[in-house]
């Protein structure tokens, strides 16, 4: 029985190919409604603020064709099974991140993240993790608050600095 199941999968169409070119047509839909708002402001030119979206918006449609007719065909790569930890701490990273951008700062926010990143890749040493991360962040908030005078949330580490 074991050997008929794999030949009754290599005949059907790749679901996970179909997810992908919906969304990558939603993507483009929205993309291309958002662009009609700003059709007539192109000027004598024909070319505006809608042209390079409108690009974006086409080659998304053209990648979801090309991903429905891989997915007719099989010839999407075999993918791994999906690990659900890494997901987990990264996504609760980004959720840690906007949570603590206004408490706590860009450097402390963001190298939360920073930690929880490399915990979903394996780094789990969170007492290392997170003091390199607020530093390396640190040193980005300094970079684009001081050199290139952009702003980033401050918070009790950034205000040291001001």
Known sequence: MMSEQPK???R?????AFAIAAVLIAI?????????RLRDMGGYSGIGPATVPEVIAGVLVVLAIWTVIAGLRRDFPQREKQQLGPVVWIVGGLAAQMLLLDVAGFSIATGVLFAATAAG???????ITVPVGIVLCLIVWLIFSQLLNLSLPAGPIERLFL
């Open 8 to 10: 009754a999968d290599a």
């Open 12 to 16: 059907r169409p790749d679901r996970a």
């Open 28 to 36: 483009a839909a929205v993309i291309f409604f958002d662009v009609s």
């Open 121 to 127: 890749f394996g780094r789990g040493k969170l007492w």
